[in-house]
């Protein structure tokens, strides 16, 4: 697992920042431990992170019926430039399609397969 932050929310003002941040948290199961990555793909990169980000029902509501016992939660932010910050909170049984997709998007870069 490598470190994670949130996205800014000051729009990432410091030199170097990316503008382009998605931070996923994992909590629960069965030992009730807590996940994190991130992915701050290059500027070069960014359109396909945007694909994937737009493709998720961000503005849909969810179930968040968690029932059954040791379930992980997810919480994915995304913020793709200063005026654009996204997040959701899922139940474990509704990261599916587009959610999956970015999710895994986001653990494979952070594990340093998307960050070259």
């Given at each position: 697992?490598?470190?994670?932050?949130?996205?800014?929310?000051?729009?990432?003002?410091?030199?170097?920042?990316?503008?382009?941040?998605?931070?996923v948290?994992?909590?629960?199961?069965?030992?009730?431990?807590?996940?994190?990555?991130?992915?701050?793909?290059?500027?070069?990169?960014?359109?396909?992170?945007?694909?994937l980000?737009?493709?998720?029902?961000?503005d849909?509501?969810?179930?968040g019926?968690?029932r059954?016992?040791?379930?992980?939660?997810?919480?994915?932010?995304?913020?793709?430039?200063p005026?654009?910050?996204?997040?959701a909170?899922?139940?474990?049984?509704?990261?599916?399609?587009?959610?999956?997709e970015l999710?895994?998007?986001?653990r494979?870069?952070?594990?340093g397969?998307?960050a070259?």
């Open positions: 697992m490598s470190e994670s932050r949130s996205p800014r929310r000051d729009g990432g003002s410091s030199a170097g920042s990316p503008l382009l941040v998605v931070a948290k994992r909590t629960g199961g069965f030992a009730g431990l807590t996940k994190e990555w991130t992915a701050e793909p290059r500027e070069d990169e960014a359109s396909d992170w945007v694909t980000i737009s493709r998720c029902p961000w849909e509501p969810v179930d019926d968690s059954g016992a040791d379930r992980f939660q997810w919480n994915i932010h995304a913020r793709c430039g005026d654009e910050d996204r997040e909170e899922l139940p474990d049984r509704a990261l599916t399609g587009p959610w999956r999710v895994d998007a986001v494979d870069w952070s594990d397969n998307g070259g």
